[in-house]
């Protein structure tokens, strides 16, 4: 198991498309919008350079991010790590006692993701991502 870079930073918004005005109209980046039925979630990926900045928008008012925001307002929600086998990873994590609050399942862009218990990290929320379209192109 190893971690690469952080593939990205992941913010509860209420809005998506008002949350990326920033990004897009005054620091000029890209946003790529996506929405994740099966997760309720509307999805801004800002691209910066080899990083990127995750605005989460629940479409479920009872959704964790919903859930999030309610608490403890808008802000950063977690840490994304690029793992090279999110499979081995968790059963790593696991095998040293870490709790997995979400078990390796698809996310944006085509990546598998997994969630470590903050609890467990320190106070981050700390995701896992494995991107395999990508692999051959690194
Ligand atoms: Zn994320």
């Known amino acids: ?30 946003v790529e919008e996506e929405v994740l039925e099966d997760r309720k979630l509307k999805v801004a990926m800002v691209m910066v350079g080899d990083s990127r900045v995750e605005l989460l928008e629940d479409m479920d008012e009872n959704g964790t991010i919903s859930k999030f925001i309610e608490k403890r307002g808008e802000g950063l929600h977690h840490m994304a790590l690029e793992v090279d086998d ?24 085509g990546t598998i993701v997994a969630f470590v218990h903050p609890k467990d990290v320190h106070g981050i929320l700390l995701e896992l991502v494995e991107r395999r379209q990508n ?4």
């Not at 990326?20 to 000029?28: P, R």
């Not at 999110?86 to 862009?109: F, M």
Request: hydrophobic share 40%; aromatic share 6%.
């Open 1 to 30: 198991m190893k971690a690469f870079k952080i593939d990205h930073i992941g913010v509860a918004v209420k809005s998506a498309e008002e949350a990326s005005k920033i990004f897009k109209d005054v620091l000029n980046l890209e």
């Open 86 to 109: 999110i499979y081995k990873s968790v059963e790593r994590l696991k095998a040293e006692g870490y709790r997995i609050i979400s078990e390796p399942a698809p996310g944006a862009g």
């Open 135 to 138: 692999n051959g192109q690194k």
